[in-house]
């Protein structure tokens, strides 16, 4: 039987954006979810962490914050529940689905086949081979939002967004939180000086870092979980929380089959046009590993039904231009890439502090930076300041702030036309046009640099 034109399977940010831009092109859709249409992103991921870091700033008390999460989580995911889809059109099938033919898969014993399929079966918590850990009644974020009473202590393993952001929001709500993190810095993906500023701010909240620090083992005692770190050091607390990272749910999905290829971590290979290997499947979001964030899912979402639609200028998902924001206090953003990928190129750099930033200095929140890059390109040189090549702001705002750089890079802006534009005073994205203004002049005796060499 076939179910229409698209098959989608998976009913997180990826899915639905397929689904809902499919339906608006005219197409008959339909939605095979295992999970409530939301996926991580409502239930266990940007909606429920994003609530607790505001009722954590917000001074409500741990329970009262918790209570808070799940009235968020049920007011956004009624937005998108499968009534809603429903009446907009999207056939929806709850259920796990596996290939069993081309284009084709099995729900519940039933078949259900498409002319076109998009993969957009997301992720899960990736828990690492640490010995002992599997005897652990451990946390994930897949879990940690039903607490309803604050553990007296949490040990938080990993030091990515998800160990950042909870381990600020939870040492806010009363917990003693200690965060232990393999590589030498926190937020290892982002720059350095990102790391330096958000390690100082979370110390001043009580968390107790413990950067470099490999486990050795966990063990129980007495109720508690013992984490021994590779020097020897045993941090003991009444919880943990793995917040490692996140793996693809690819397993007994029938992929090797009908030749949907992955990559040795299980993510679904695709091009720019986010095609698989296999003809008229497409796959989007957290199951392609490209770029693991609900907005480039979205973004991902749309590109697999509209690509699969045209032969010529065909949509492709650009991560080049997405930004990625760590919603910490205050908030770590970046767009494009970070000064040591930059190396050796006749790339600049342009820095200006927080403290120089007026807002900065009324809001007394002078943690924190812009650091913009340009570089010349064609024949154009370094004219106009040069076209703009990345970002990374810290600041309580950030997260707004990163939009312009992103838009100059969607649009291969010049440096020079972000400084031009007059900017409100005192806004926080005049630090932006302050920072932009250093690659055409000396301003407030500050000059962009050539970038670090490598
Ligand atoms: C704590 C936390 C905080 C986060 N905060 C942010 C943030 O602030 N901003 C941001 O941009 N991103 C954030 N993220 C990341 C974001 O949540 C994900 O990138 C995004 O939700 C991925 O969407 P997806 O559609 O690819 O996958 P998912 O949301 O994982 O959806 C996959 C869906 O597929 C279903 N499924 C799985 N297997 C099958 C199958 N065989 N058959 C049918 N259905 C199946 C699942 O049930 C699920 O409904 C956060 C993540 C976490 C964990
Ligand atoms: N604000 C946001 O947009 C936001 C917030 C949270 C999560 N996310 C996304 O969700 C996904 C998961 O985030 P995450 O932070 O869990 O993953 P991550 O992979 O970004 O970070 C995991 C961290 O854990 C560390 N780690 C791994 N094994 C360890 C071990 N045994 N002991 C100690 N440290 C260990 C890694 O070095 C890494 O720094 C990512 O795609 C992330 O981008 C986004």
């Not at 330096?196 to 486990?215: E, Q």
């Amino acid at each position: 039987m076939t179910d229409g034109e698209v098959l989608v399977l998976g009913g997180g940010a990826a899915g639905l954006a397929a689904a809902n831009t499919a339906r608006r092109a005219g197409m008959r859709v339909t939605l095979v979810s295992e999970g409530a249409p939301g996926g991580d992103c409502t239930f266990t991921g940007c909606v429920p962490s994003k609530t607790l870091i505001e009722a954590a700033e917000a001074g409500l008390s741990f329970s009262g914050a918790m209570t808070r999460v799940r009235r968020t989580v049920s007011r956004v995911a009624a937005t998108e529940d499968e009534d809603v889809l429903r009446s907009d059109g999207i056939d929806v099938v709850r259920g796990r689905a596996r290939f069993v033919a081309e284009r084709t898969v099995e729900v519940d014993g039933h078949r259900r086949s498409a002319r076109r399929v998009v993969l957009a079966t997301g992720g899960r918590p990736a828990v690492p081979p640490v010995p002992g850990l599997g005897e652990l009644a451990y946390l994930t974020t897949d879990t940690v939002f039903d607490l309803m009473d604050p553990p007296t202590s949490l040990v938080v393993l990993g030091g990515g967004p998800v160990g950042c952001e909870l381990a600020q929001a939870l040492a806010r709500l009363g917990v003693g939180v200690t965060l232990v993190e393999q590589a030498p810095r926190l937020l290892p993906g982002m720059d350095p000086d990102a790391s330096d500023v958000l390690a100082r701010v979370l110390r001043s909240d009580g968390v107790r870092l413990r950067t470099g620090a490999p486990v050795r083992e966990v063990r129980s005692s007495d109720g508690k979980a013992l984490v021994e770190l590779a020097d020897g050091e045993v941090v003991r607390a009444e919880r943990l929380l793995v917040a490692t990272g996140r793996r693809p749910n690819t397993e007994g999905l029938g992929l090797d089959a009908v030749g949907v290829r992955t990559d040795r971590r299980g993510h679904v290979l695709v091009d720019r046009h986010m095609a698989t290997t296999a003809r008229g499947v497409s796959a989007a979001g957290d199951v392609t590993g490209v770029f693991g964030h609900t907005h480039a899912a979205y973004a991902m979402g749309r590109v697999a039904v509209l690509a699969g639609t045209r032969r010529t200028r065909r949509p492709a998902f650009e991560p080049d231009s997405v930004p990625r924001v760590v919603f910490t206090n205050p908030e770590v953003a970046t767009v494009g890439r970070v000064e040591h990928e930059l190396a050796d190129t006749a790339a600049r750099a342009a820095y200006l502090p927080m403290s120089e930033v007026d807002r900065a200095v009324t809001a007394d929140a002078e943690a924190g930076f812009v650091k913009l890059f340009a570089g010349p390109r064609g024949p154009l040189g370094h004219l106009g300041g040069g076209r703009v090549l990345g970002a990374s702001i810290v600041a309580p705002r950030a997260g707004e702030m990163i939009h312009e750089p992103a838009l100059a890079m969607r649009t291969g802006m010049f440096a020079g036309r972000l400084a031009q534009t007059v900017h409100a005073y005192p806004s926080w994205s005049m630090a932006v046009q302050r920072t932009a203004a250093q690659f055409v002049g000396t301003h407030g005796g500050r000059t962009a640099r050539p970038v670090a060499v490598g």
